[in-house]
């Protein structure tokens, strides 16, 4: 199941969007060499690995990621990535060049505003950090979609229109965003995210 759309860029050069299913761990670009491609990672604060996509990056890029992420200095003591931030290392063991970690907000239904805000946060600078590190290709997983308990539906709608606001700066270097959804709850929205963005497939 891939679902592919064209991102219109200012520069007249286009980036192209894809939807699919799978673990984030086995992608592999399409349209550019994975030496120029990042995984984006759905990360906690402390930086040093956890459970769900976090946890299965960490074993697939084996120690060197975790080393890695050790050298990540600390914002304060045993914070290396504030929420809403993100961070970039090597890749370990992985099939591309870099990882993106980034944390997303644990959702607050007694504040979705601010958890909207921060969610937008951890996807704009995620895609600033690959522009900055002249990365080519990115795949994110669904960010604060799985323990951090985040709407399925309006996470998607943030993370497409994060995708499509990077898309169209200036500032861009990427050719490929791709999201690698794990379950069909999270693909089907990100579908119909895409649909409320009436972009070209
Ligand atoms: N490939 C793609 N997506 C995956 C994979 C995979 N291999 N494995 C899980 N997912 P979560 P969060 C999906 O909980 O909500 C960690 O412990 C999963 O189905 O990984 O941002 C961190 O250390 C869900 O849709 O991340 C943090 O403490 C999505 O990835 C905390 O979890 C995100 O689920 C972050 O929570």
């Known amino acids: ?8 860029q200012s520069n007249s050069s286009s980036v192209r969007l894809t939807l699919e299913r799978g673990d984030l761990t086995k992608w592999a ?8 491609a990042a995984i984006a990672n759905a990360a906690n604060e402390r930086m040093l690995g956890g ?10 890029a084996g120690q ?16 290396r990535c504030p929420t809403g931030e993100a961070r970039i290392t090597s890749a370990g063991n992985l099939g591309v060049a870099n990882v993106i970690h980034t944390v997303g907000p644990i959702y607050d239904a ?4 601010e958890s909207k805000a921060l969610l937008t946060r951890a996807y704009a600078n995620s895609l600033a950090v690959a522009a900055e590190n002249q990365i080519s290709a990115v795949a994110f997983p669904a960010i604060s979609c799985g323990v951090f308990g985040y709407p399925i539906p309006d996470a998607a709608h943030v993370a497409v229109e ?31 995210a895409v649909r409320t963005q009436n972009l070209e497939s």
């Open 64 to 79: 060197a990621l975790l080393e890695a992420c050790r050298n990540v200095p600390e914002t304060r003591p045993g914070i």
């Open 29 to 36: 670009p399409r349209l550019v060499t994975a030496n120029s």
């Open 110 to 113: 007694a504040n979705p505003s």
């Open 1 to 8: 199941m891939l679902r592919a759309y064209v991102l219109a």
């Open 162 to 192: 994060q995708a499509v606001m990077h898309a169209t700066s200036e500032t861009t270097t990427l050719k490929e965003i791709a999201f690698v959804l794990f379950d069909n709850t999270c693909y089907d929205a990100w579908v119909d």
């Open 51 to 60: 459970g769900g996509v976090d946890g299965a990056i960490h074993r697939a």
